[in-house]
């Protein structure tokens, strides 16, 4: 199996933070563009940065990262950069969490970031052929009344978002503080997911299932040391949205030659890979499946499974699947 094989084959990325996509080179053009300070003097300052020894010192650089972006054009630009990147790693549908709160609690409105990622989005569909789809993440470490005045804010935009998810710092802020957002999200008739057993213990996903009622498991490692939860996750066909290069940088898997994710696929899980925030991780989703391969040896026949969990587990209408899925086999079939 080639590199190029990996890199062409056909895959959905279901876990992709947009924030955490903006590169030190846009993060300096946004911050001249928007007279916004930044306390790196060059692009290599800012990656020199990136060494993180767990989930919080990651996001304490992510959210002032994110100061940058101010205007419907910032957003725009940098989902576009994103589309324009994961294009050439055969990503043919993209399901993406953005984080309002991040914005909104810096004076940026609701329709703001809403607005300049959806004419991105518009952008990569035309220019791409992409099928996209938006999930609004609450952070967990807010309240839940501050996650009610974000889905308020939501509310025109219902229609147009395909799901909720729940992320920021995991270990104190248990799925269950966010049990009533959640239900009401469902009731919209959202798709639902969250983050679960990325640091936080195998409890935090069985709440996640039992007391947010989740379609989708963001991570899931932990769920490893529990084997009546692996019996269940494999039972349900839950789809697990991996992420290795983000577990070896934040410390929750010391080597890629150590990830677990072919242990995941002999359990019978529905895992997946992807990238979680590549500009600060190391690498987009074809990185991501390259480098696994690698480090973990992983078979043609495992790969194509893991491409084929990733349309298996979005949240696709089943004619749109029905046609990437065909498309993965023509492919495999081909090469
Ligand atoms: N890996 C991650 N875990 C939790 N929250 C996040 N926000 C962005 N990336 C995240
Ligand atoms: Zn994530």
Request: aromatic residues 8%; charged residues 25%.
């Amino acid at each position: 199996m080639t590199n190029d094989f990996i890199t062409r084959l056909p895959k959905a990325e279901l876990h992709l933070h947009i924030e955490g996509s903006l590169e030190p080179e846009l993060m300096f053009a946004l911050a001249a563009r928007n007279k916004v300070a930044i306390p790196f003097a060059s692009v290599e300052d800012v990656r020199a940065a990136y060494s993180f020894t767990n989930l919080q010192t990651f996001l304490d650089i992510y959210y002032a990262g994110a100061a940058v972006l101010k205007t419907e054009e910032d957003f725009r630009d940098l989902a576009v950069a994103y589309f324009d990147r994961v294009a050439q790693d055969g990503v043919v549908h993209a399901e993406i969490f953005f984080d309002p709160q991040t914005h909104t609690h810096r004076g940026i409105p609701f329709d703001v970031v809403a607005n300049g990622l959806f004419a991105g989005i518009e952008e990569a569909k035309a220019k791409h052929g992409m099928s996209v789809g938006l999930i609004m993440s609450f952070l967990r470490h807010l309240s839940e009344e501050d996650a009610f005045e974000t889905f308020a804010q939501a509310e025109p935009w219902l229609d147009r978002l395909i799901g909720v998810g729940l992320d920021s710092s995991e270990m104190g802020n248990p799925p269950s503080k966010f049990a009533r957002v959640f239900a009401a999200a469902g009731d919209a008739g959202l798709m639902l997911c969250a983050h679960a057993g990325e640091e936080g213990p195998a409890e935090y996903v069985h709440e996640a299932l039992d007391l947010l009622h989740v379609d989708r498991i963001d991570h899931g490692n932990r769920a490893l040391e529990d084997p009546a939860l692996v019996a269940r996750l494999a039972r349900d066909a839950m789809t697990l949205t991996v992420c290795p290069l983000s577990n070896v940088a934040l410390r929750n898997v010391d080597t890629l030659e150590n990830h677990p994710i072919d242990r995941m696929l002999d359990l019978g899980l529905r895992a997946t890979i992807h990238s979680d925030d590549p500009a600060y991780f190391g690498g987009y989703i074809g990185e991501n499946y390259r480098q696994t391969a690698a480090a973990r040896n992983l078979s043609r026949e495992q790969v194509v499974t893991l491409a084929r969990n990733s349309f298996l587990g979005s949240f696709l209408d089943d004619e749109t699947l029905a046609g990437h899925l065909a498309t993965l086999d023509a492919y495999v079939k081909a090469n």
